[in-house]
Nanobody, 128 residues
Framework: QVQLVESGGALVQAGGSLSLSCTAS????????MGWFRQAPGKEREFVAT????????YYADSVKGRFTISRDNAKNTVYLQMNSLKPEDTAVYYC?????????????????????WGQGTQVTVSS
């Protein structure tokens, strides 16, 4: 089992930046592929970004590409999501997730069903 705890959510103005963190405990963090998802009010949860176990491979949703950066520090059991140039449509609850499955391509990790562990979420609100 892996326990995930997100932090860093806040209210920010459009154009601003915010950094989310997700700290893991339990299973070996370095053997877990990590991802970020988000769920806006009235919408389904959607993929944001994923990072491989070593951190050497990342993949992003088109809606955040070039604005968000996912990274990880395996020594600290933490994955990060740096969000720049935030837009009101980025408003959502952000969840981190961990996957013990091993796939050849990061594209597989865009699906929620590929993840075994989820955090409780942190609210990000972007005002216009």
């Amino acid at each position: 089992q892996v326990q995930l705890v997100e932090s860093g959510g806040a209210l920010v103005q459009a154009g601003g930046s915010l950094s989310l963190s997700c700290t893991a405990s339990g299973r070996s963090f370095s053997s877990t592929t990590m991802g970020w998802f988000r769920q806006a009010p009235g919408k389904e949860r959607e993929f944001v970004a994923t990072i491989s176990r070593s951190g050497g491979s990342t993949y992003y949703a088109d809606s955040v590409k070039g604005r968000f950066t996912i990274s990880r520090d395996n020594a600290k059991n933490t994955v990060y999501l740096q969000m720049n140039s935030l837009k009101p449509e980025d408003t959502a609850v952000y969840y981190c997730a961990g996957s013990i499955f091993s796939y050849s391509s990061s594209r597989y990790y865009t699906e929620q069903g590929k993840y075994n562990f989820w955090g409780q979420g942190t609210q990000v609100t972007v005002s216009s």
